[in-house]
């Protein structure tokens, strides 16, 4: 079983100067960063749920090619057995050519979960620390870079990978420090 998902776009870009004042006692401002261009980048990725494993694939866009693409990339992370892939129903998942690339690759079934459900995948938990590890606080030049900076963190979780289970631990069960005893 492995759940897939697109974070994105990561845009680069560089981060304007602290506020503050100049020389003269006016305020200091900066230029809007906007980026609506070419740079963005997409970062796919599938979580192997029974071992924690992660597979990830940066690309300029969101559509069928890619996809296929990142598909082949979790076939050969999996190279025995059934893969059931855990998705959303992104147009780019249930594509006329998709399905036909799927229909080629009997190995790989897909699952879509509900719409309005995206917590059903075990995927949003792990963006939330590759995050963390890769994109807090860092300004990136270009594509080149977010892509280096997506290996890097991938290959640091892999490292400490666990099996991920839905859902909360159980509270700990407390102990009481002292007992009690009463006599009459």
């Known amino acids: ?13 560089t981060f304007p100067p602290a506020p503050g004042w100049s020389p003269d ?14 740079e963005k980048t997409w970062v796919y990725g599938a979580l192997r749920v029974r071992d924690g494993h992660q597979v990830t694939m940066t690309a300029s866009s969101r ?41 080629d690759h009997p190995r790989i079934r897909h699952v879509f979960i509900p719409v309005g459900a995206c917590w059903l995948n075990l995927q949003e938990g792990w963006w939330r620390i590759f995050r963390k590890a890769a994109l ?19 290959s640091q979780l892999n ?9 909360r631990p159980a509270p700990p069960t407390r102990q009481l420090r002292r007992r009690y005893t009463y006599t009459v």
């Open 136 to 154: 807090a606080g860092q300004s990136f030049a270009g594509p080149p870079e977010i892509e280096h900076a997506t290996r890097l963190a991938t």
């Open 159 to 167: 490292a400490r990978a666990r099996p991920w289970i839905w859902g």
């Open 63 to 103: 559509n069928s090619a890619f996809y296929q693409q990142f598909l082949q990339k979790v076939e050969a992370a999996n190279p025995v057995g059934d893969i059931y892939v855990i998705s959303d129903n992104l147009s780019s998942h249930n594509s006329l050519s998709t399905r036909t690339w799927l229909e």
């Open 25 to 38: 006692g006016h305020r200091i401002k900066s230029e809007v960063d906007y980026g609506r261009g070419p």
């Open 1 to 13: 079983m492995v759940c897939v998902d697109e974070l994105g776009p990561v845009i680069p870009r």
